[in-house]
């Protein structure tokens, strides 16, 4: 993370600079169009880029940061790791294994993907795909 800070903090003092550059490559010559303005302003547009570039790395890396603490706090809830009783998470549901987590995560992603594809058929395609099997221990698998 110490390095995302660095590179953005990088770009936004380049950036800062050739902005600098641009004006008084301005001032120097009047508020004529030179070679060198033509230059400054050349140079402002990649560090403007690369700035952007940097900025965008930086949200995709917060963005799955988020994504990842998210789902360990839903691991640690589902699983009970965050109980105050044992056998009861914070909202007083039982817990439920890391495994039957996962194959309820895979049934939804299929789900999303039946439904991204605009398939009429996404409730029973996402349970007859064979790396969602039933757990017959929960009566919400037996029911369907």
């Not at 936004?12 to 004006?23: G, K, S």
């Not at 039946?114 to 009566?139: C, W």
């Amino acid at each position: 993370m110490d390095s995302i800070v660095d590179s953005l903090n990088s770009a936004y003092q380049e950036f800062v600079v050739a902005a600098a550059n641009v004006l008084e490559s301005k001032e120097t010559s009047g508020g004529q169009k030179t070679a060198a303005t033509d230059a400054a302003l050349e140079n402002f547009k990649q560090k403007w880029e690369l700035f952007r570039v940097t900025c965008d790395q930086a949200e995709e890396f917060v963005e799955s940061v988020k994504q990842r603490i998210g789902s360990e706090c839903l691991v640690d809830e589902a699983t009970g790791l965050v109980a105050g009783k044992t056998g009861q998470t914070a909202t007083g549901l039982p817990p439920i294994s890391a495994v039957r987590l996962e194959q309820m995560s895979k049934a939804v992603r299929w789900l999303v993907i039946e439904l991204q594809h605009g398939s009429g058929t996404a409730a029973g395609a996402a349970h007859s795909h064979p790396s969602t099997p039933f757990d017959s221990r929960f009566s919400e698998d037996s029911a369907q």
